[in-house]
């Protein structure tokens, strides 16, 4: 029963996509790996539940948004970094959208990949060692109130490990390039830890793709 429902969920999310192919604007990424496969960080229902229903439901309300207005960009960086521009429910949304963009995409694998030699050395540099930064990353994401994200970021070529609230991302307010982010609304872990964020920030270092983080590193440093 639980193979079939995997099934008819996958069927479903997949028909979702091609649904919003059909749409104007923006559209949600395909996974590159399966809802199961990162169980050590989160199991099946979290992911598929926060990949189809609350990713897909800021996909939709950003391009319900962007219809509005009159010829709306349809590049997202630039849409995040004008932000300001753009009223409260597009905010809450482009930033819904494009943190979870990368998110899914480019911050977490269930593939084994390494930091690189150049960024370790920063992050070194940086925080005195990779343990530190970890210890910092985790504390300042542990005490996110409420909901928001983690990052690390690099301005004015240092990192920094910046929290921001709700969906709002750092290019938001020029808080720094962000290489790495996390999500700590309790969507994102509550079916699996319960209310112990700090269990499921520990166990995000399981599954970081450090080869995204480190070629990102190496694009904007």
Same mark, same amino acid.
């Given at each position: 029963?639980?193979? /079939?429902?995997?099934?008819?969920?996958?069927?479903?999310?997949? #028909?979702?996509?091609?649904?919003?192919?059909?749409?104007?604007?923006?559209?949600?990424?395909?996974?590159?790996?399966?809802?199961? *496969?990162?169980?050590?960080?989160?199991?099946? #229902?979290?992911?598929?539940?926060?990949?189809?229903?609350?990713?897909?439901?800021?996909?939709?309300?950003?391009?319900?948004?962007?219809?509005?207005?009159?010829?709306? *960009?349809?590049?997202?960086?630039?849409?995040?970094?004008?932000?300001? +521009?753009? !009223?409260?429910?597009?905010?809450? %949304?482009?930033?819904?959208?494009?943190?979870? *963009?990368?998110?899914?995409? !480019?911050?977490?694998?269930?593939?084994?990949? #390494?930091?690189?030699?150049?960024?370790?050395?920063?992050? %070194?540099?940086?925080?005195?060692?990779?343990?530190?930064?970890?210890?910092?990353? !985790?504390?300042?994401?542990?005490?996110?109130?409420?909901?928001?994200?983690?990052? /690390?970021?690099?301005?004015?070529?240092?990192?920094?490990?910046?929290?921001?609230? %709700?969906?709002?991302?750092? /290019?938001?307010?020029?808080?720094?390039?962000?290489?790495?982010?996390?999500?700590?609304? #309790?969507?994102?872990?509550? /079916?699996?830890?319960?209310?112990?964020?700090?269990?499921?920030?520990? +166990?995000?270092?399981?599954?970081?793709?450090?080869?995204?983080?480190?070629?990102?590193?190496?694009?904007?440093?």
């Amino acid at each position: 029963m639980r193979d /079939l429902i995997k099934k008819i969920l996958r069927e479903q999310s997949n #028909e979702d996509l091609l649904v919003e192919a059909k749409k104007t604007f923006f559209r949600r990424v395909t996974l590159p790996y399966d809802y199961n *496969s990162v169980k050590d960080f989160v199991g099946y #229902e979290t992911m598929w539940e926060h990949y189809n229903k609350h990713y897909k439901g800021y996909t939709t309300k950003l391009n319900e948004a962007l219809s509005k207005r009159k010829n709306p *960009s349809k590049d997202i960086e630039k849409i995040i970094r004008g932000i300001k +521009n753009y !009223d409260t429910f597009t905010r809450n %949304n482009a930033g819904g959208y494009y943190n979870h *963009s990368l998110f899914f995409k !480019d911050y977490i694998t269930p593939n084994k990949t #390494e930091l690189s030699d150049e960024l370790k050395k920063k992050i %070194n540099k940086d925080f005195s060692s990779l343990d530190n930064f970890k210890r910092q990353f !985790d504390e300042e994401a542990a005490k996110v109130f409420g909901s928001g994200w983690c990052w /690390l970021v690099i301005k004015n070529g240092r990192l920094k490990i910046v929290s921001t609230p %709700n969906q709002d991302n750092p /290019l938001m307010d020029n808080l720094g390039e962000p290489l790495l982010g996390l999500d700590v609304w #309790e969507h994102a872990y509550y /079916l699996n830890y319960m209310a112990d964020r700090k269990k499921y920030i520990k +166990n995000f270092w399981k599954i970081v793709n450090w080869d995204n983080v480190s070629k990102k590193y190496q694009e904007l440093k």
